[in-house]
């Protein structure tokens, strides 16, 4: 749909809520709320409309309701999984300039915040309390909070705090005809009837737009110990994973890189690990191992981890320890900047995948034979939140090209085989609208229906994602 196939008057009604510096239309400007992050998903838009809070958001909804306009709400426009852009000439309703914190409540441990607050703003306005927020991810610094809770985003601290669903105490959101519905006192006990909040967590902008979160903080855990653990198989790293998490009570993230990942992202650094080493020629997707496991607490941890990497020794290869925030920071730049070295090495599939923890060293060793199976020249590159079960299988083509179509399906179907999730953290977007049946049963199916066609009878609100 083109700016022009929309009438004027909705355009003009628009303007009057928002203002005209806020309803976009010129194609050159709506282009970047049109492809995603990894440039796999591109559409376009007629237009993109930026309210400034609640009251405006409710209005603005309330025109494109009544106009039969569908909707995708966009926050950082970092998701992974083809949500968060308009793939069927969708107007976007851009979240980002919803970005006031409010005054951290410091009696309950909790602050309300808009949806367009940065997970970075957030972090830095409750780090100021003495709090924190208990999801972190590499993406930080776009992602915002509203879009996170749309996703139910995990990250880094899955382990400790569980993901963003389990961080929402309360939420504000407008539903499609335009109505708002608001819950946000964040009692910590409050059975009146069903949770929006926990319903609006992983619906990914298909039954309401999140307006403000009222978020659960956590005690900030200053003192930090960071551990790059080196394996010789991705076998003795999953022992070692288990290990860990049974041994140190104050782990704070455990993350994998696999072999080839890790070969990509040190070239991309131009750093090599320093400790392990690199298979040569590094195609496979396992082989050799890396986790960073972190420890955080109140107190110095470092000796809780070092006794317990010490338990571990007959699985290791070697380990380096880092304390202060430089040299934890060069540890962590080997996970961290996977995802970027990913991008810039072509356009990836993206599956992002739970496995049973009793199947996760399986997967891990025959996930790239699914792979060739399906594409005999793609690359698999693994990694992930190893300490939830999280694997990242991120797969390329030659040159960087995308695999062939083939691969997503193969590799969750063995995903489901093993009794894992097709999503670990990501969602469904339009990447895994195929595939959701593997995981879900047809009664399953027909309950997310019927709570869609009762929020959303129009069905206005991101229509062509996570239900098929
Ligand atoms: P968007 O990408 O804008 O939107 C995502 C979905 O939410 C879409 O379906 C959209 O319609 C919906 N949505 C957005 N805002 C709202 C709103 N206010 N109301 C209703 N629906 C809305 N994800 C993880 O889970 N863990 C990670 O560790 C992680 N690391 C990442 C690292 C990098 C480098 C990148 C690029 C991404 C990473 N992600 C990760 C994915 C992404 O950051 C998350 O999915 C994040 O939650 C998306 O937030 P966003 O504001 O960018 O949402
Ligand atoms: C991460 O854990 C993100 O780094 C991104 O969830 C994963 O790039 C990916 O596949
Ligand atoms: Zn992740």
Request: net charge negative; charged share 20%; hydrophobic share 50%.
């Amino acid at each position: 749909m083109s700016a022009g196939a929309i009438d004027p008057a909705v355009v003009d009604e628009l303007t009057e809520i928002v203002g005209q510096a806020h309803v976009l239309s010129d194609p050159e400007i709506t282009a970047s709320y049109s492809i995603d992050w990894t440039r796999r998903f591109a559409g376009s838009t007629p237009l993109v409309v930026r309210p400034a809070d609640t009251a405006e958001t409710a209005a603005a909804m309330g025109v494109l309701a009544a106009a039969r306009i569908a909707v995708v709400p966009q926050g950082g426009n970092t998701g992974l999984v083809g949500g968060s852009v308009p793939l069927a000439g969708e107007a976007v309703l851009s979240m980002r300039r919803l970005d006031v914190c409010e005054a951290v409540d410091e009696l309950a441990s909790q602050v309300t915040v808009g949806a367009g607050v940065t997970l970075a703003d957030a972090q830095i306005h409750a780090a100021a309390a003495g709090l924190s927020v208990g999801v972190d991810l590499a993406a930080r610094e776009s992602a915002t909070i509203g879009g996170m809770v749309a996703t139910n985003a995990g990250g880094i601290n899955v382990l400790r705090y569980g993901a963003m669903r389990a961080q929402v105490v309360g939420i504000e959101a407008v539903l499609a005809d335009g109505m708002i519905v608001s819950h946000l006192a964040g009692l910590e006990k409050d059975n009146t009837g069903y949770d929006l909040g926990s319903l609006l967590a992983g619906s990914e902008g298909t039954l309401g737009v999140i307006t403000r979160v009222r978020l659960r903080l956590h005690p900030l855990q200053p003192e930090r110990a960071t551990a790059l653990l080196a394996f010789e198989t991705a076998q003795d790293a999953v022992a070692a994973a288990a290990a860990l998490r049974r041994s140190v009570g104050s782990l704070h993230a455990l993350e994998a890189v696999f072999d080839s990942a890790m070969a990509l992202v040190s070239a991309h650094l131009g750093v090599d690990p320093p400790v392990g080493s690199l298979s040569s020629g590094s195609r496979n997707a396992s082989g050799a191992a890396w986790l960073i496991a972190e420890a955080a607490a109140r107190t110095d941890p470092s000796d809780e981890l070092g006794t317990a990497v010490d338990e571990i020794a007959d699985l290791l290869i070697d380990a380096a320890v880092a304390l202060d925030p430089p040299a934890r920071q060069r540890l962590w730049a080997f996970r961290e900047n996977v995802t970027e070295a990913i991008s810039a090495a072509g356009i990836p599939h993206k599956l992002d995948v739970t496995l049973p923890a009793a199947r996760l060293a399986e997967f891990v060793d025959g996930v790239a034979d699914v792979v060739r199976m399906a594409d005999s020249d793609a690359q698999p590159l693994l990694f992930g939140h190893l300490g939830d079960g999280n694997v990242h299988v991120n797969v390329l083509g030659p040159g960087g090209a995308e695999p062939a179509e083939e691969v997503d399906d193969a590799v969750l179907r063995y995903v489901a085989e093993l009794g894992g999730s097709i999503s670990a953290e990501h969602g469904i977007g339009t990447a895994k609208l195929g595939q959701l049946h593997l995981n879900r049963t047809e009664a399953e199916l027909a309950a997310f229906s019927a709570i869609k066609r009762a929020l959303d009878p129009e069905g206005l609100l991101n229509p062509h994602v996570l239900l098929p």
